[in-house]
């Protein structure tokens, strides 16, 4: 697609639940990353994907965040048992190869979750 | 200054005045900087780049500067408009790194 798209834009849940957020990335690109933004705070990386694979996931918070990525497009960011500390934004990017090249990532609009 | 939970810093300036927000970096082996522009319910949004054999890069309207010895990077906006409102970023990338490492923001609020 022309953008990062990501799904749902906006998610409400009871803690303990799961949830699942969807990242499209632009058609081509190689790398995707997860961030995520607390309220009124920087960008936390959490996980890195080239191609299918994570060389880099050392920023998942707890064993209950889990990501995927499959055909090296979509990818899934699920967060289990959901707790009311993990309500943020979640950003996904991509950018056409791994590392950082020219003008950096294609950032998504993110996933707004909020935990109640 | 630093973020404290919901208190990014802010910088509120007369529209057509210039703006200078500032950042420190963490890494001197970093040799790629990016700023990032994020407007309310958006995802940040590439404004200007410099590598680290650079001191200054310019752009439509913005500079960057970068000061290695003391690790800070500035970004200058001339001429300020409404439009330019919004929470900036700056970015680092350590050389043959995978990732950005980001600072905590800066909030800019132009007063018409």
Known sequence: ?116 | GESVGLHLPTLSVQEGDNSIINCAYSNSASDYFIWYKQESGKGPQFIIDIRSNMDKRQGQRVTVLLNKTVKHLSLQIAATQPGDSAVYFCAENMAAGNKLTFGGGTRVLVKP
């Open chain 1, 1 to 116: 697609g022309a953008g990062v798209s990501q799904s749902p834009s906006n998610k409400v849940t009871e803690k303990g639940k799961d949830v699942e957020l969807r990242c499209d990335p632009i058609s081509g690109h190689t790398a995707l990353y997860w961030y995520r933004q607390s309220l009124g705070q920087g960008l936390e990386f959490l996980i890195y994907f080239q191609g299918n694979s994570a060389p880099d996931k050392s920023g998942l918070p707890s064993d209950r965040f889990s990501a995927e990525r499959t055909g090296g497009s979509v990818s899934t960011l699920t967060i289990q048992r959901t707790q009311q500390e993990d309500s943020a934004v979640y950003l996904c990017a991509s950018s056409i190869t791994w590392g950082v090249t020219n003008y950096g990532y294609t950032f998504g609009s993110g996933t707004r979750l909020t935990v109640v």
